[in-house]
Every structure is written in structure tokens, then in C-alpha cells.
């Protein structure tokens, strides 16, 4: 059993299928639905971004159900310290890619100011795709409500939201570069 990823900003655990990551030996169908849950606390004020990456350039994964699509980042902005989130996401190969490896990288980045970050970073799982299709059951969700945050819902003023999404943004396209 793997540990949480963690850093002083924060700890990071994901699973697949209900497996710790890393998870090792996997091959999937075309079309097979997997599970990819993921676990998030800050340890700062500030912002966190989690992003569910593929480094393909072909589209290996189409999302089925969750907070967001393949490469694209959930910007979590002016957050507390002790702030979790779990994120569940159900995807499955497109068929694109086939006959080799596609692998589910899991981004999170904690920031705490503009110069101020630290990141997690970690392959969930790197399944080997067949070139076969899926023909069992999609799968059951057992768990009523993927969220674990013990915040309100926010109330802020319309516009500000706008511009701290651009800033966490800009925050993570720099991070990147660096």
C-alpha cells in the first residue's frame, strides 16, 4: 500500500479502481470504465489547482463523468489551511490509442503567493490499452456525494471570481515553465 504524496503544503492520495496508487500490471479495453478517485489537503491559505493529465497527444481517455475533462484544471481559489476535497472521476480508453501504454498522471500545485508553490505530481496508473472492445457492465458508484469539504458555499462578489480564476491560472502556467 502506497503512501499519500505530501509536501509542506499540502498531501495528495489518488486511487484507481479502488487501488492505492501507484498501480501497477493494469490492461483496459476500449470503452471499459475505470474509477479515478482523488484525495486533496491543504495545509496553507491560498489556492490549489488539480489537474487529471494524460501526456499523450492523442486523446487516449474520454471522461464519462466528474468535476473535469482530461488536461484541464479545477481551480480551487482562496482556500483555508485544513481544506480537503475528494474528486471522483469515471473515463474510459477512447480507442485512439491502442497496443501500448497510456498513463493517468494526477497535477496539483498549492499556492500560497506568487512566488510561494509547491506541487504533487504522480502517475495514477499506466494501463496497457488492447485493441479489444469492453463488453461488461459500466460501473456502480457506491459513494452518495464525491465531495468532502466542510466550507459553505462561497458568496463572493460576482467578478472577483472571474479574476482570481485568471490568477490562478497565470500562477500555474508559470509554475509550468519554471
Do not use: C
Amino acid at each position: 500500500m502506497a503512501e499519500p504524496e505530501e509536501n509542506e503544503y499540502g498531501i495528495v492520495n489518488a486511487w484507481y479502481n479502488g487501488q492505492e496508487a501507484t498501480v501497477r500490471n493494469v490492461q483496459l479495453k476500449i470503452g471499459e470504465p475505470v474509477e479515478i478517485k482523488v484525495e486533496v489537503m491543504s495545509k496553507i491559505d491560498g489556492h490549489v489547482n488539480v489537474e487529471l493529465e494524460s501526456p499523450l497527444k492523442t486523446k487516449s481517455y474520454e471522461v464519462v463523468s466528474g468535476p473535469s475533462l482530461i488536461d484541464e484544471s479545477i481551480d480551487n481559489l482562496f482556500i483555508k489551511s485544513g481544506w480537503n476535497e475528494t474528486y471522483i472521476w469515471i473515463i474510459k480508453p477512447t480507442g485512439e490509442w491502442t497496443n501500448g501504454n497510456a498513463p493517468i498522471n494526477l497535477f496539483v500545485q498549492f499556492t500560497k503567493a506568487y512566488d510561494e508553490y509547491e506541487h504533487v505530481e504522480f502517475t495514477i496508473v499506466n494501463p496497457y490499452i488492447l485493441d479489444e472492445q469492453y463488453s461488461g457492465p459500466a460501473p456502480t458508484r457506491t459513494t452518495t456525494d464525491p465531495s468532502s469539504t466542510d466550507q459553505p458555499p462561497s458568496q463572493g462578489s460576482a467578478g472577483f471570481g472571474v479574476a482570481g480564476a485568471l490568477l490562478g491560472i497565470a500562477l500555474v502556467v508559470m509554475a509550468r515553465r519554471n
